[in-house]
Antibody, heavy 117, light 111 residues
Framework: EVLLVESGGGLVQPGGSLRLSCSAS????????VHWVRQAPGKGLEYVST????????HYADSVKGRFTISRDNSKNTVYLQMSSLGAEDTAVYYC??????????WGRGALVTVSS | QPVLTQPPSVSGAPGQRVTISCTGG?????????VHWYQQLPGTAPKLLIYANNNRPSGVPDRFSGSKSGTSASLVISGLQAEDETDFYCQSYDRSLSAWVFGGGTKLTVL
């Protein structure tokens, strides 16, 4: 079965850091660009970040630029999202998403990140 | 504020047809970037519904169709069923932002 699985979510204090992982099964993740998309409770979808298949190109939404870093280890079929200086506005479910010609054809189940003291 | 504008809600009776609009601008839809649509059931991840304006992935019923014109796109759902009562999001790319962008989402209610 073709799957993306996020891990690493949890409760973190304001100003803290957290690293999300996205692991692929059933296909070779290194063949694809990967995005992170988040959804705050009761809100819509928000684009967060993208990494190209080789890792050579990375993009960030203005709302996370300078605080979040996307990376990947193709030998482990895994993409990461390092998040720092977290604030309440970063509380959301974070989805790892596979890119297919600039649309998102495979979504993980999501990882909940809660920023609270 | 989402870059793409969708109505917050639409409704229709079973068997009817509804249209969800997605309005952008000259830096995204109007610049020629494709529009894609996703369906999200409560508590679950979004699922690709329409890609590249009017293409259905395998397994999506032909009751769902999409179109694009100028700076806008539309999702049409015909023969409404109770199971269609979910949220729908449009998505494109914005060259000014150099980022993928979403609409704010539309909640479909089947009366």
């Amino acid at each position: 079965e073709v799957l993306l699985v996020e891990s690493g979510g949890g409760l973190v204090q304001p100003g803290g850091s957290l690293r999300l992982s996205c692991s692929a099964s059933g296909f070779t993740l290194s063949s694809y660009s990967v995005h992170w998309v988040r959804q705050a409770p009761g809100k819509g979808l928000e684009y967060v970040s993208t990494i190209s298949n080789t890792g050579g190109n990375r993009h960030y939404a203005d709302s996370v630029k300078g605080r979040f870093t996307i990376s990947r280890d193709n030998s482990k079929n895994t993409v990461y999202l390092q998040m720092s200086s977290l604030g309440a506005e970063d509380t959301a479910v974070y989805y790892c998403v596979r890119d297919q010609s600039w649309y998102f054809d495979l979504w993980g189940r999501g990882a909940l990140v809660t920023v609270s003291s | 504020q989402p870059v793409l504008t969708q109505p917050p809600s639409v409704s229709g009776a079973p068997g009817q047809r509804v249209t969800i609009s997605c309005t952008g601008g000259s830096s995204n839809i109007g610049a020629g970037f494709d529009v894609h649509w996703y369906q999200q059931l409560p508590g679950t991840a979004p699922k690709l519904l329409i890609y590249a304006n009017n293409n259905r992935p395998s397994g999506v019923p032909d009751r769902f169709s999409g179109s694009k014109s100028g700076t806008s796109a539309s999702l049409v759902i015909s023969g409404l069923q109770a199971e269609d009562e979910t949220d729908f999001y449009c998505q494109s790319y914005d060259r000014s932002l150099s980022a993928w962008v979403f609409g704010g989402g539309t909640k479909l209610t089947v009366l």
